[in-house]
């Protein structure tokens, strides 16, 4: 083995010559990602690939794992399966309509499931991702819907702050005291 300052330092990327190593930088900012899936291999095959990218992945096996885990995190993305634990994909849309209106959502779903997907646009999933998983195009998809939840935030806060700004109504009685 060669020793020195020229020697091939052995990374976590050697096992995956498809990949290329992306050395991060301090100042990178990490895209948080919530997994809802009963499955833990595949949450840890996706957390070690998407790992090196950028992309923190954490693990839900549950809505309320799922809920505490976008409430924690502040995560942008919710990769929810098809059917887990307590529910399925159409029951985690509602939670977050209700609790996190600004995260999106993938569904991950095998083709088989082609004919049960057919209205995952319209309940408000934002894309499918397609098993066996092509990763660039994952890490693609993903990294397009946090920059569309950033967005939707950035516009949201603007909204806010815009209507602070705003005078406050003024009532007849203070027009014109004793009046009314």
Same mark, same amino acid.
């Given at each position: ?15 995956m010559p498809n ?24 949450? $840890? ?20 794992q799922a809920d505490?885990?976008? $409430?924690?995190?502040?995560? $942008? ?33 095998d083709p088989v ?56 109504? $003024? ?10």
């Amino acid at each position: 083995m060669e020793s020195g300052p020229r020697a091939k330092r052995r990374t976590r990327g050697d096992f995956m010559p498809n990949q290329p190593l992306r050395k991060r930088q301090p100042t990178d900012p990490y895209i948080d990602c919530v997994v809802l899936t009963s499955f833990r291999s595949e949450f $840890t095959f996706l957390r070690n690939v998407f790992g090196r990218s950028g992309i923190r992945m954490h693990h839900a096996e549950s809505l309320d794992q799922a809920d505490f885990l976008l $409430t924690v995190t502040e995560s $942008t993305v919710l990769l929810s399966d098809v059917i887990f634990v307590d529910g399925s994909w159409q029951h985690a849309l509602s939670v977050l309509g209700d609790s996190h209106p600004l995260v999106t959502m993938l569904v991950i779903a095998d083709p088989v499931d082609k004919p049960f997907l057919r209205d995952l646009f319209n309940r408000g999933a934002c894309g499918i991702v397609w098993k066996p998983f092509q990763f660039e195009e994952v890490r693609r998809l993903i990294r397009v819907v946090h920059e569309a939840s950033k967005d939707r935030r950035a516009l949201q806060a603007k909204k806010s702050s815009h209507l602070a700004t705003l005078p406050e109504p $003024t009532r007849e009685e203070d027009l014109a005291p004793g009046l009314s």
